[in-house]
């Protein structure tokens, strides 16, 4: 391992489906760019963008399964210009940034907030309007195409 590329691992205690799932939408969320994703091979490519000491960096995040739930996450970084020994300490900054984001983002995917913020929404019931036969939500009052009062 060269000083432009270092690696690091993490396990967590969580099926794969809902690490993979996790680790994508958080980094869509984050500063890192997420590049291409494949859930069947478990590979996402993401990037860090430059910084004061770094041209950037790329970083291959493998998500393997253990068991049914447990899931380890390993991360491999390498700088976009491998001569740049500054950027060399972003390896480390970057791994704990993930492995932090994706730790929240399945922490919160275990409160009930997240289930009432994911539940599928009940359709507000309809109402017919009696005059063009018009589909208005039940406490519309008026029909949205005619002005005709609707009663429920």
């Known amino acids: 391992m060269s000083i432009g590329s270092q690696q690091t691992q993490q396990k967590f205690p969580f099926a794969y489906d809902e690490v993979f799932d996790a680790l994508v939408d958080a980094l869509k969320r984050s500063s890192f760019s997420l590049k291409s994703q494949d859930k069947m091979i478990g590979r996402i490519n993401a990037s860090a963008s430059m910084s004061m000491f770094s041209w950037g960096e790329n970083i291959v995040i493998l998500v393997e399964k253990v068991d049914e739930q447990s899931t380890l996450v390993s991360l491999e970084g390498s700088l976009k210009f ?52 018009g589909e208005n939500d039940i406490d519309a009052g008026k029909c949205w195409r005619c002005k005709t009062p609707v009663i429920a």
């Open 82 to 133: 491998g001569a740049n020994i500054a950027g060399a300490h972003r390896h480390h900054k970057n791994f704990e940034n993930i492995i932090s984001i994706l730790s929240r983002e399945l922490k919160f995917r275990t409160t009930s907030e997240y289930e009432e913020l994911t539940a599928p929404k009940a359709k507000p019931a309809k109402v017919e309007c009696p005059k063009c036969g």
